[in-house]
C-alpha cells in the first residue's frame, strides 16, 4: 500500500508539473504574440515613455516566463530529487517484526485449523464405526436365546 500510494502522488505530481509546462509555454506564447504585435495598431498619440516602459514590462514578464518554463523543463527531464521514486525499504524494523509475527501466527492458526478439520473427521469416521458395531452387535443373539434355540431344536 506504502508503496502504491507513493506512485499515485508522484503520478499526481508529474501530471501537475507537465500542466504546469504547457500552461507556461501557453504563456510564454501569447506574451511573444503581445510583444511582436505591431506597435504601428497603436495610436500616435501615444507617449514614447510609456510605450518604453509598456515594452520593458512585457519584456522582463516574457524572461521571467522562459526561466520558469525553463526550469520546469530541465526538472522533468533531469528530476533532482532521484529519491522519489525509490523503492521504500522497511525503514521501521518494529513494524516490519510485527507483519512478520501476524504472518507467522496467521500460518500457525491456518496449520491448526487444518488439523482440528482432520481430528473432527477421524471422529466422525470413529463415531460412524462404533454405531454400525453397535447395530452390529445387538442384532447378534444373546447366549440366552441360543440356549432356547437350542432347546427348540432338541425338542
Do not use: C
Not at 497603436?42 to 510605450?51: G, K, M, Q, W, Y
Not at 533532482?80 to 510485527?98: I, K, S, Y
Not at 496449520?111 to 452390529?136: G, P
Amino acid at each position: 500500500r506504502l508503496l502504491q500510494s507513493a506512485l499515485a502522488r508522484g503520478q499526481v505530481q508529474y501530471t501537475a508539473r507537465t500542466d504546469d509546462v504547457r500552461i507556461l509555454a501557453i504563456k510564454v506564447r501569447d506574451l511573444q504574440r503581445r510583444q511582436e504585435a505591431p506597435l504601428a495598431a497603436r495610436t500616435s498619440a501615444d507617449d514614447p515613455r510609456v510605450l518604453r516602459q509598456d515594452l520593458l514590462r512585457a519584456t522582463k514578464e516574457l524572461l521571467k516566463e522562459k526561466v520558469k518554463v525553463k526550469a520546469l523543463s530541465e526538472e522533468l527531464e533531469n528530476p533532482m530529487n532521484v529519491h522519489r521514486w525509490r523503492q521504500l525499504q522497511g525503514t521501521d524494523p518494529a513494524t516490519f517484526e510485527m507483519i512478520k509475527k501476524v504472518q507467522m501466527s496467521q500460518q500457525r492458526l491456518m496449520k491448526k485449523a487444518e488439523e482440528v478439520l482432520e481430528r473432527d473427521m477421524l471422529i466422525e469416521e470413529k463415531t460412524q464405526e462404533y454405531n454400525y458395531l453397535k447395530e452390529s452387535l445387538a442384532r447378534v443373539p444373546t447366549s440366552s436365546a441360543i440356549k432356547r434355540a437350542n432347546k427348540s431344536k432338541s425338542i
